[in-house]
């Protein structure tokens, strides 16, 4: 029996008995079994800190709980920053040109492709990408269909009316099929099952993450068109990619209602056994034309 208590006992700090110090740290200085000092916050941490970090976690509580008890139906304030913590980046720092690059590596590391154009070639892009895929029957959201784009209650009008440019693609002979719209079918799971892939715009990009976001727009359509076919193409404008996560938040504010797709790269799990398996819960194949706005 030792003052800090007897082997496999806790000492007052919380360490391990076994040549522990009595602020439950062990003999070499490392951290105890305990793992936690007595001030209760990380082993290894100051003092202050600790004393700090309780102190805001309590704080944030009684803020919550004095917002609720006022007005049950608004969300509480934000909480104040934390004093010396780690100031969470909510805008990106890099020029248009850095932003672009690190999409396109940040795909290209997904197994996703990119293929970069301007707004003059993006119709000769889509069907030249479509073309060396053997794609011949592709469905399409209402926005972006052949009648082109900013139709009545079809949401986003981001893209040009001449993206799918029914003469470009009928030289690659490459045929749209709608899906709902007005005059259009909603097509079933089956149905687009068969269909050799779809084309899509996007809302917004992240270029740190390598992240599309898809919110049910006019020029994106419903769900299930981006993840039932094998293949997407999805459309990318130089204007819609930002650098982090709280910037695409801050755009997709307006579609917080809506069902929301993120896409990080062709669909890809693994096994318990880490085989990589792509296809199961999406489109196998992923393409972007990003166009690089004049």
């Not at 008995?17 to 001030?39: E, I, L, M, R, V």
């Amino acid at each position: 029996m030792t003052d800090g208590g007897s082997a496999g006992g806790r000492v007052a700090g919380g360490g391990a008995a076994d040549g522990g110090a009595a602020d439950g740290s062990a003999a070499d200085g490392s951290a105890g079994a305990g793992g936690a000092t007595a001030g209760g916050g990380p082993a290894g941490a100051p003092d202050g800190a600790r004393a700090t970090s309780r102190a805001e976690v309590l704080a944030r509580i009684r803020q919550a709980n004095a917002a609720a008890a006022r007005d049950p139906g608004s969300p509480p304030p934000p909480p104040p920053p934390m004093a010396g913590g780690p100031g969470y980046r909510t805008a990106g720092q890099r020029d248009r040109a850095e932003l672009l690059d690190l999409l396109t590596d940040r795909l290209t590391d997904y197994k996703a492709t990119v293929r970069r154009t301007t707004s003059a070639g993006l119709a000769t892009e889509i069907a030249a990408a479509l073309g060396e895929r053997g794609a011949r029957r592709v469905v399409v959201p209402p926005g972006l269909g052949s009648a082109g784009l900013g139709s009545a209650g079809l949401g986003s009008a981001s893209l040009d009316p001449a993206v799918l440019d029914p003469a470009v693609l009928a030289r690659a002979e490459v045929e749209t099929v709608t899906d709902g719209g007005p005059g259009g079918v909603t097509l079933s799971p089956a149905e687009l099952d068969e269909l050799d892939g779809t084309v899509t715009g996007a809302a917004v990009a992240i270029a740190e993450t390598g992240t599309i976001v898809l919110d049910g727009s006019g020029d994106q359509g419903r769900r299930a068109i981006s993840l039932v076919p094998d293949y997407h193409l999805c459309i990318v404008r130089a204007s819609q990619v930002v650098e982090l996560v709280p910037e695409a938040v801050a755009r997709l504010a307006d579609a917080a209602t809506r069902p929301l797709t993120w896409i990080s790269g062709p669909s890809a799990t693994s096994d318990i056994e880490l085989e990589r398996v792509e296809g199961v819960h999406g489109p196998r194949t992923l393409v972007v034309v990003l166009v690089e706005d004049a």
